[in-house]
């Protein structure tokens, strides 16, 4: 692939990742104002379970997705300081190694703290 090739598919994988949170982030805002509104206090156990397998099922998939944008994005990354003459944005974005690592630590990391955070708000009281 040239140089041209390799920045338009990191971009498509960096939209991706983006694309991915959206419906997570919206998960989370329906249980934020749930939770915020207390209808999770008089909610049966079935509908509190429910709502953390929801939540549990979109991110996972958007892990997953995410996760696998990073492990393709590293591999473009090789392909790109393999180019010998490259732009200074090829440059760049070839050295964004550390920053996609650091990236694939958040989302998990992240990932499990909101979660943490979402079965306290529909199971606490």
Known sequence: ??????????????????QSQIAPALVLIAITVLA???VF????????YLA???AAA????????QYAAVREGEALLIDLRRLEKRSAVADKIA??????????I???????GVFA???WAVLGK
């Open 1 to 18: 692939m040239d140089e041209k090739s390799l920045i338009k598919q990191w971009n498509e994988m960096r939209g991706q990742i983006i």
């Open 36 to 38: 915020s509104l207390q």
């Open 41 to 48: 206090n008089d909610a049966p156990s079935a509908a509190k």
């Open 52 to 54: 953390l397998g929801v």
């Open 58 to 65: 979109t991110g996972i998939l958007a892990t997953i997705s």
């Open 95 to 104: 050295d964004s190694r550390g920053l996609l690592s650091l990236s694939a």
């Open 106 to 112: 958040a989302i998990v990391g992240l990932d499990i």
């Open 117 to 119: 955070l979402v079965v």
